[in-house]
């Protein structure tokens, strides 16, 4: 089960922080994604890590001003959005996969098995 939380309603150039919090079959888990959908727009990528070797992989959009990040711990992903433009606005999604085979299939949603409920960031200009 993962539970996404921390949107909001911000103005541009301010940021945010979401947790994804996972809980249950952690130990599965190869990798974790962000994904956000804009009123009328299809889900899109943002983020993901491999929580094995920690790399991570960016939106090109977002490359510079988001960062995803994993605590072991907490068994909670976060996403750090900086700079936050209003293009930004969405609900988004966090994601857990079993397993990512090949760099650019982290972008792909129907790679991941287990998705929480969105959380909505809203951003002002």
């Known amino acids: 089960q993962l539970q996404a939380s921390g949107g909001g309603s911000v103005q541009a150039g301010d940021s945010l922080r979401l947790s994804c919090a996972a809980s249950?079959?952690?130990?599965?888990?190869?990798?974790m994604g962000w994904f956000r959908q804009a009123p009328g727009k299809e889900r899109e990528f943002v983020a993901a890590?491999?929580?094995?070797?920690?790399?991570?992989y960016y939106l090109n959009f977002v490359e510079g001003r988001f960062t995803i990040s994993e605590d072991n711990a907490k068994n909670t992903v976060y996403l750090l959005m900086n700079s936050l433009e209003p293009e930004d606005t969405a609900t988004y999604y966090c994601?857990?996969?079993?397993?990512?085979?090949?760099?650019?299939?982290?972008?792909?949603?129907?790679?991941?098995?287990?998705w929480g409920r969105g959380t909505l960031v809203t951003v002002s200009s």
């Open positions: 994601a857990a996969a079993d397993y990512i085979g090949v760099p650019y299939q982290y972008m792909l949603a129907e790679k991941y098995q287990y």
């Open positions: 249950g079959r952690t130990y599965k888990t190869y990798a």
């Open positions: 890590i491999n929580l094995s070797g920690r790399s991570t």
